[in-house]
């Protein structure tokens, strides 16, 4: 059971030393120091959405995606993006492939771009995997896809 809980609930601990001096009452040559530990514990967590979600496009266009980064963590935290084309088509970030540190609660919007390849066939559909994963916990991320469709 504790295995299956440590394989499930992931974070990170910081931990918080407090240093209180004391001098003791019959020593004046003596200090006692008192150390109070305290767990401070900030959990990763990413959402993120591509639109459109769907599009139709001719051989040789460029496709203009824009992904929604979302920190749903509970402190700062900065996304390396990767991207997965189903068909190999060529997937830039032209603002770079690190997004952040992004606040907890907060998005930011990353564009995207796909190049069709001039020999691309009619009918052929190609899905756009974009991941977010964090930075500061990369056991944690999220993905979402676009399929780009030739005409």
Same mark, same amino acid.
């Given at each position: %059971?504790?295995?299956?809980? =440590? ?5 990170? &601990?910081? %931990?918080? =030393? ?46 203009? =995606? ?14 390396? =993006?990767?991207? &997965? ?50 930075? &500061? ?15």
């Amino acid at each position: %059971m504790k295995n299956k809980f =440590l394989k499930t609930l992931t974070f990170v &601990f910081f %931990m918080l =030393l407090i240093f209180t001096p004391k001098i003791s009452a019959g020593d004046s040559n003596s200090i006692a120091v008192t150390v109070t530990i305290k767990e401070v514990i900030f959990q990763a967590g990413v959402t993120i959405h591509v639109v459109p979600r769907n599009r139709r496009v001719r051989p040789a266009d460029t496709v203009s =995606l824009r992904a929604m980064v979302r920190n749903t963590g509970d402190g700062n935290d900065s996304f390396t =993006l990767t991207a &997965f084309s189903s068909l190999g088509w060529s997937v830039e970030f032209p603002q770079g492939n690190t997004v952040g540190p992004i606040e907890p609660g907060k998005r930011e919007v990353v564009p995207v771009r796909v190049i069709v390849p001039v020999d691309a066939e009619r009918g052929a559909r190609n899905t756009v995997t974009i991941t977010a994963t964090s930075q &500061f916990n990369p056991s944690v991320s999220d993905s979402s896809d676009s399929n780009i469709i030739v005409r």
